[in-house]
């Protein structure tokens, strides 16, 4: 049994990429907050029903090397995504267009997503052991 071929795990394990990419624009975007002319960006939304569509399908990309048939091979996250401009606010008077403020809505908001994804990972793998009967 391969567990990323697993759709539930599959489609977590898309979450939590996309996730950690928005995760990485929003940080892009504190970090230019006062770099003149800098317009906020985000990623587009997932779409759920492409996702579902995908689940286990062979929609697997190359990653790192996995060693071990138990390793979950990770997805490369710089291009997975489609991003896009994302003004917070009207732009100041040096063209810039974050608002820190809600920069950090969008940071809460993604950490928050990405606990739930993994607490439900570990529930799942926690299920699996049981139904396999090594508990621990």
């Given at each position: 049994?391969n567990?990323?071929e ?5 489609m977590?394990k898309?979450?939590m990429s996309w996730?950690e ?7 892009q975007?504190?970090?230019?907050a006062d770099?003149?002319?800098?317009v906020?960006?985000?990623?587009k939304?997932m779409?759920?029903?492409?996702l579902?569509?995908?689940a286990g ?5 190359p990653g790192l ?7 979950i ?7 997975a995504f ?5 003004p ?5 008077p040096t ?5 820190l403020?809600q920069e950090m809505?969008?940071v809460?908001?993604t ?12 529930k799942?793998?926690?299920?699996m052991?049981?139904a396999?009967?090594?508990s621990?």
């Amino acid at each position: 049994m391969n567990l990323p071929e697993i759709p539930l795990l599959s489609m977590l394990k898309s979450r939590m990429s996309w996730l950690e990419a928005r995760q990485d624009v929003l940080s892009q975007n504190v970090a230019n907050a006062d770099t003149p002319g800098y317009v906020a960006h985000d990623l587009k939304p997932m779409d759920f029903e492409s996702l579902l569509k995908n689940a286990g399908a062979g929609s697997f990309q190359p990653g790192l090397a996995v060693t071990d048939a138990r390793h979950i091979a990770i997805t490369p996250s710089s291009s997975a995504f489609a991003s896009g401009e994302s003004p917070d606010v009207e732009a100041s008077p040096t063209g810039n267009s974050v608002s820190l403020e809600q920069e950090m809505i969008k940071v809460s908001d993604t950490q928050g997503q990405f606990a739930a994804a993994t607490n439900l990972y570990s529930k799942t793998m926690q299920l699996m052991r049981t139904a396999l009967g090594k508990s621990s």
